[in-house]
Every structure is written in structure tokens, then in C-alpha cells.
């Protein structure tokens, strides 16, 4: 993928499994497509600016 999970807002930490996951609600196809690398990058990447909120305050 040519972004980077880890600037992701989607990207977060889930204790349960004590590893980084994915939030997005992917479909059937929409996961393989992502697993199988065959799209140039995620359409669903945001970045995860903790300071975007702040900033609006």
C-alpha cells in the first residue's frame, strides 16, 4: 500500500487482541482487494490528526 497504516485514524489499538487493527467496516470484496494488495492504496485512509479537534476549540 502506498499509505501507511500508522498515520491512519482508522488505525488504532485494540487490547483484546494486544496488537493494532483496522476499524474500518470492510466488506467481503473490499478485504480481499485490501489483503491481496491488488489496490494501489486504501480509499479509506484519513489522517489521524490528534490536533483537529483542538484546533476547532
Known sequence: MSTKCETCVYYSYDEEYDDYICEMD??????????????????????GDDYRTARRQ
Do not use: H, I
Open 26 to 47: 470492510l466488506d467481503e470484496d473490499e478485504m480481499v482487494r485490501f489483503l491481496s494488495a491488488r489496490a494501489d492504496a486504501c480509499p479509506y485512509w484519513r489522517p
